[in-house]
C-alpha cells in the first residue's frame, strides 16, 4: 500500500507552479523524509495529500487509493502543519478534548500519560506553551488519534536541538508501540524539511523536491546501495560521462569526482577509485543537478555533465 | 515494503460512518462561548437602559394623554413638549438599527477569518470530522442562537415603542409613528431576529472570502448597511402594491409612499406643490415642508388647494400591512441567509488553499 501517491500532480498559485508534474509514491511502513530547499514545494504537497489544497493538475490519493481529503482519508492521516497551529486561548486539556470529539479514535488516556511525561500541565493554555511544548503537544494530539499515516510538515523548525531530539524520540517511539501492538500496518510517518541532516538518522525512505518537482525518491538504503562516487583524472572525465551514468560531476585541477548510478559490483574504470556515497553528498548533487537542469536548456561551458 | 502492507480484512474503515454530528455540540460552544456570552451582556446592559427609558417614555405619554384630556387645560401643551423629548434620541429608532449589524460583524465576521488568519484551520480541517461539515456544524447553531437572542431583545424595542403608534397622538400632537417609519419597522415583529441572522451570514462569508478578520467586520458592517438601504428605500415600498385615496384624513399609522395632484381629471405635479401654486393659492406663506410619515401638515396645503379644483391623490401603505411586510421581509431575508451560510460552506469544501 502507498500512504501517498501522486500522478503528475500540479499546483498553481496564480501563474506560479509550486509543484509540478510531480509523480511519487511513498510506499507504508516508513519514516519517509521529504527533503528539499525552501519553495522546494513539499509544504504543497503535503498540503494536498492532508486535502487541505485541491490540485491545479493529476490528482493524489492517500492510504491505498482513498482521495485526499475525504472522510476515509482525513480519518487515517494525522495532519501537523508547520508552525503546530494551536487555539491559543485553549487549554492543552480543551485541545485533547477538542481532538476527541473531532474524531471517531482518539486515545484519552495515552494522550493524558504523554503529556505528563512531557510535564506539560494540562490547565496550561496552549499559546502559554513553549515552542517546544506547543509543537509536543501537536504531535500527542496527532498520535492519540492512532492515524495510519502521520504527515508532519517542518516539525523541527521551531525547535532547539533538544526539543527536536525529543520530538524526533516521541514519534520513534509511537512507530515501535504501533508495529509492537500489532496494529494495522502501524503508523507510516512522512517527515518534511530543508536539512536533511536532522532526518537522516531516523528516515529510510527519501523523496527530494527542488523547484516544485521530485527529483529523487527511495529507500535510502537502496539508493545508497546504487550510487558511487568515482574519483580519477579529471583529463579523463569525459570520456566516462558519455559512457556512464552520470547525476553530478565535480572537477578540480587534477582530480574530478562523478557521482553515478552504480552498484558495488558494476566495474571501475582503469585509474579510477570508487566508494561509497553518503546520503547527504547524494542528495546534494541530486539538488544540484535538479538546479542545472532546470535553470539550463542546452549545454553550458563548465556545467556538470 | 510489503512487510507492513494491511490485511484485506483491515480495510473496512473504508466506508467508514462519520464523526456523529452532536460532537460539535462541545466544540461550538466552547470555541464561541465567550462570543455568545459578550453578546448577551451586551444587550443585556442595552436592555436595562431600554427598560428604564421605557418606563419614562411611558409615564410622559400618560401624563400627555390625562394632561390633554380636557381640551385647553393649560397644563396640555409642556406635557405634550415633555412627551416628545422624552429619549429624543431613540425616538426615530435609528440607533437600535446598529445592533443587528454589530452582532453581526462582530460574531460573524471572525469565526473563519481567524482560523484562516491564525492558521488554526489547517488543524482544524484535517480533523476526522470533515471541514464542511465543522463549518455548517458551527454557523447553523451559532446562527440560529443569535437570532432567537435578537428576537428576545426585539420584544423589548417592541414594548418600547408602543407609545408612539398609539391612536389619537396626532389628534394631541404627540408623535405618532407609522410602524413602517424606516428606522422602526424593522425593530420589531421578526425583523430585527432576520436582519441580526442576516448580518452574521454576512459576515461569515466574508469571513471566508477576505480571510481576515477586521477587514472582514468592515466588509461586513459596509455590505450589511448597503443592503439596509436598498430594502428600505426600495424594496420595502414595493412588498405590496400601496392603496391609493383621495382621502385627505389618513391616520398617522399609514405610510405614505407619494402624492400626486390632479385637476379636472388630468395630471398636475407630485409630491410638494410647486411655489408659483402656493403663492397664489396660500398666500398666507408656505406651510412648513411635508412631513415624512404622514404628519398633519399635507392637509394643511390640501386646505388652500382643494378649493381651486385640485385633488390630492396619495398611494401609502395601511397599518394593517404590517404583519404581512413583516413576513415578506423576514421571509427574503431567511432565504438570503441561507443561501449565504450555504455559499460559505460550499466555499470552504472547494477551497483551495
Known amino acids: ?305 | 515494503m510489503t512487510a507492513l502492507s494491511v490485511p484485506a480484512g483491515r480495510e473496512e474503515d473504508v466506508s467508514l460512518r462519520p464523526v456523529p454530528w452532536q460532537r460539535m455540540g462541545w466544540v461550538t460552544w466552547r470555541q464561541h462561548r465567550a462570543t455568545l456570552v459578550s453578546v448577551a451582556v451586551f444587550l443585556g446592559a442595552l436592555a436595562v437602559l431600554l427598560y428604564l427609558a421605557g418606563r419614562q417614555l411611558r409615564s410622559a405619554h400618560a401624563a400627555a394623554i390625562a394632561a390633554c384630556h380636557t381640551a385647553s387645560s393649560l397644563a396640555c401643551p409642556p406635557a405634550i413638549v415633555a412627551f416628545n423629548g422624552t429619549n429624543g434620541f431613540l425616538a426615530n429608532g435609528f440607533m437600535p438599527q446598529a445592533v443587528p449589524v454589530l452582532i453581526g460583524a462582530f460574531a460573524g465576521a471572525p469565526v473563519l477569518a481567524r482560523e484562516l488568519e491564525t492558521g488554526t484551520f489547517r488543524y482544524a480541517w484535517t480533523q476526522g470530522f470533515g471541514r464542511w461539515r465543522w463549518t455548517l456544524a458551527k454557523l447553523v447553531p451559532l446562527a440560529v442562537a443569535l437570532a432567537a437572542a435578537a428576537w428576545v431583545f426585539s420584544l423589548l424595542l417592541n414594548w418600547y415603542y408602543q407609545p408612539y403608534f398609539a391612536a389619537g397622538n396626532q389628534n394631541l400632537s404627540l408623535e405618532e409613528w407609522t410602524p413602517f417609519s424606516p428606522g422602526l419597522f424593522d425593530l420589531r415583529g421578526i425583523g430585527f431576529a432576520a436582519w441580526t441572522l442576516v448580518a452574521f451570514a454576512i459576515g461569515a462569508l466574508a469571513g471566508m472570502l477576505i480571510r481576515r478578520v477586521v477587514p472582514a467586520i468592515v466588509a461586513t458592517l459596509a455590505a450589511y448597511t448597503a443592503l439596509a438601504f436598498a430594502a428600505g428605500g426600495w424594496l420595502r415600498p414595493a412588498y405590496m402594491t400601496p392603496l391609493v385615496t383621495s382621502n385627505l384624513n389618513l391616520p398617522g399609522s399609514a405610510w405614505i409612499i407619494s402624492q400626486r395632484w390632479t385637476k379636472g381629471g388630468k395630471f398636475a405635479f407630485t409630491g410638494f406643490p410647486p411655489d408659483s401654486l402656493l403663492n397664489r393659492f396660500c398666500p398666507d406663506g408656505p406651510p412648513g415642508p411635508v412631513g415624512p410619515f404622514g404628519k398633519s401638515k399635507p392637509v394643511s396645503i390640501a386646505e388652500c388647494l382643494t378649493p381651486h379644483g385640485y385633488t390630492q391623490w396619495t398611494s401609502y401603505q395601511p397599518a394593517s400591512r404590517f404583519w404581512p411586510f413583516q413576513w415578506i421581509e423576514g421571509g427574503w431575508l431567511l432565504a438570503l441567509s441561507v443561501l449565504l451560510i450555504a455559499a460559505t460552506v460550499w466555499l470552504v469544501r472547494r477551497r483551495a488553499a
Open chain 1, 1 to 305: 500500500m502507498n500512504v501517498i501517491e501522486t500522478s503528475d500532480l500540479g499546483k498553481r498559485y496564480g501563474s506560479t507552479w509550486a509543484l509540478r508534474e510531480c509523480t511519487v509514491a511513498i510506499p507504508a511502513g516508513h519514516v519517509t523524509a521529504l527533503v528539499g530547499p525552501n519553495g522546494a514545494g513539499k509544504t504543497t504537497l503535503l498540503n494536498l495529500a492532508a486535502g487541505l489544497a485541491a490540485p491545479s493538475a493529476g490528482g493524489v490519493t492517500v492510504l491505498g487509493g482513498r482521495p485526499a481529503g475525504s472522510p476515509a482519508a482525513l480519518d487515517g492521516i494525522a495532519f501537523v502543519a508547520q508552525d503546530t497551529p494551536m487555539y491559543k486561548n485553549l487549554s492543552a486539556r480543551d485541545m485533547l478534548h477538542l481532538t476527541r470529539n473531532l474524531n471517531r479514535r482518539f486515545d484519552q488516556r495515552y494522550a493524558e500519560a504523554r503529556l505528563t511525561e512531557l510535564g506539560i500541565p494540562l490547565k496550561r493554555k496552549a499559546g502559554k506553551l513553549s515552542g517546544g511544548q506547543q509543537a509536543q503537544l501537536a504531535l500527542t494530539l496527532a498520535l492519540a488519534r492512532r492515524p495510519r499515516l502521520l504527515v508532519l510538515d517542518e516539525p523541527m523548525a521551531m525547535l532547539d536541538p533538544i526539543a527536536r531530539h525529543d520530538f524526533m524520540a516521541l514519534v520513534m517511539t509511537a512507530m515501535a508501540e504501533g508495529k509492537g501492538a500489532g496494529e494495522a500496518g502501524g503508523v507510516s510517518v512522512v517527515l518534511s524539511s530543508h536539512v536533511l541532516a536532522e532526518l537522516e538518522r531516523v528516515a529510510d525512505y527519501l523523496v527530494l523536491m527542488s523547484r516544485g518537482r521530485v527529483q529523487l525518491a527511495g529507500e535510502v538504503d537502496d539508493l545508497l546501495a546504487s550510487h558511487r562516487v568515482l574519483t580519477g583524472p579529471a583529463a579523463g572525465a569525459d570520456r566516462y560521462t558519455e559512457r556512464l551514468s552520470v547525476v553530478h560531476a565535480r572537477r578540480g585541477e587534477a582530480q574530478a569526482h562523478l557521482l553515478v548510478r552504480a552498484s558495488a559490483s558494476d566495474a571501475v574504470p582503469p585509474g579510477w577509485e570508487a566508494h561509497p556515497v553518503g546520503l547527504e553528498e547524494l542528495a546534494l548533487a541530486y539538488l544540484r543537478a535538479g538546479r542545472d537542469g532546470a535553470a539550463r536548456p542546452g549545454p553550458r561551458p563548465g556545467s556538470a555533465i
